[in-house]
């Protein structure tokens, strides 16, 4: 049986598209060096924009091949050339997608443009790494006022003093 929800091979395959999967083949420091080489190769590419995102494992086809569309927007409004370069976890969900880019300015334009297909999709912004302070706008565009308010309702009162990672969590907290 296919482990991969539905349509994710017709999502990733195609002309034009490369789909590289690695889990379970070799030690545990083979997959750390795999792993981390990805890293190292993006940075030595140029400017990314990094996204650690969650979407329902059964909407990352839809996802991925609605993000074509969105990225090709972004880059006819910004004129930028964009590469996306998406890693993770998707049997949880958690996507990395990065996208390399020659016009670090269109960051603001790409990071809202995905992050609402992301909400469209029923994800969420956050996923493994949190929200910290490159977040905090977004998550302050998109969540629910009152969710907000019942999260800084709770930090106010197990961190009375603002002591704990004051300005990287919650939006005006």
């Known amino acids: 049986m296919d482990p991969y929800p539905?349509?994710?091979?017709?999502?990733?395959?195609?002309?034009?598209?490369?789909?590289d999967v690695?889990?379970?083949?070799?030690?545990?420091?083979?997959?750390?060096?795999?792993?981390?080489?990805?890293?190292?190769?993006?940075?030595?590419?140029?400017?990314s924009v990094k996204h650690d995102v969650s979407v329902p494992v059964a909407r990352i086809p839809d996802f991925l091949l609605k993000s074509r569309d969105v990225l090709a927007d972004v880059a006819a409004q910004t004129g930028a050339r964009l590469q996306p370069h998406v890693f993770g976890h998707i049997g949880d969900g958690n996507l990395?997608?990065?996208?390399?880019?020659?016009?670090?300015?269109?960051?603001?334009?790409?990071?809202?443009?995905?992050?609402?297909?992301?909400?469209?999709?029923?994800?969420?912004?956050?996923?493994?790494?949190?929200?910290g302070s490159y977040r905090l706008t977004e998550v302050g565009r998109l969540l629910p006022a009152a969710q907000l308010a019942l999260q800084r309702r709770i930090k106010a009162a197990l961190d009375p003093l603002n002591l704990l990672n004051p300005g990287k969590l919650i939006p005006g907290a």
């Open 6 to 19: 539905p349509g994710l091979w017709q999502a990733v395959s195609g002309p034009g598209r490369q789909l």
């Open 22 to 47: 690695y889990g379970c083949a070799g030690t545990r420091p083979e997959q750390s060096r795999l792993r981390e080489s990805l890293t190292e190769a993006e940075a030595a590419s140029g400017t």
């Open 96 to 131: 990395h997608f990065n996208i390399l880019t020659d016009r670090p300015r269109a960051a603001g334009t790409l990071n809202r443009a995905v992050h609402d297909l992301v909400i469209a999709c029923g994800g969420s912004v956050t996923a493994e790494h949190g929200v």
